[in-house]
């Protein structure tokens, strides 16, 4: 009996050991770095949402700055790369041409630390074929603004 109930006790702390582990990893995986990346990307995508460009190179350049200032390396560098040159678009078309890869790199980002579903939103737009993220569960289209504003399904 007293062995049964050691075993019990091994399992459950083995368990609690594990969960521990994987909340630890949710939490660096969204350290205040990558976390500062993700608002700004949320101000990207809202103002393409609304067909503006306003304050979209500042917050662009403030994703490739927080990437290439972060010493644990948390995101990729092309993450910046992808930043700088979303930073530099001239035109709103340009802007959601850059949008998209970016989109697609802190999409696997989430998806290669295991992020737990509902902190941030995938959505799928199928006339544009894209992907972006969201904060909240109410579409807003970056790629086709105020002409198709709720074009999108959540995928995750």
């Keep these: 009996m ?6 019990l006790i091994l399992v459950a702390a083995a368990s609690l050991g594990i969960v521990a582990k994987a909340v630890a990893s949710d939490s660096a995986a969204l ?3 990558v976390k500062s990346v993700y608002e700004h990307y949320f101000k990207i995508q809202a103002q ?6 306003k304050g979209v190179d500042e917050h662009a350049g403030a994703i490739a700055k ?3 200032g972060d010493t644990t390396k948390m995101l990729p560098s092309s993450v910046a ?3 700088d040159k979303l930073a530099k678009a001239k035109d709103l078309g340009a802007a959601r041409e850059a949008f998209q890869p970016l989109s697609d790199s802190l999409i ?17 737009c199928s006339m544009v074929n894209a992907n972006w993220l ?12 105020k002409s198709m504003p709720d074009c999108g399904e959540i995928k995750e």
């Excluded at 007293?2 to 075993?7: F, V, Y």
């Excluded at 393409?48 to 460009?53: E, V």
């Design 48 to 53: 393409l949402a609304q067909d503006s460009l």
């Design 66 to 68: 927080a990437v290439q």
């Design 31 to 33: 350290m205040p770095a």
């Design 108 to 124: 696997k980002y989430l998806a290669d630390h295991k992020v737990p579903k509902g902190t941030y939103h995938k959505v799928f």
């Design 2 to 7: 007293k062995i049964r109930s050691l075993a």
């Design 134 to 145: 969201q904060a909240d569960t109410k579409i807003q289209n970056p790629y086709l603004g």
């Design 81 to 83: 790369g992808q930043a």
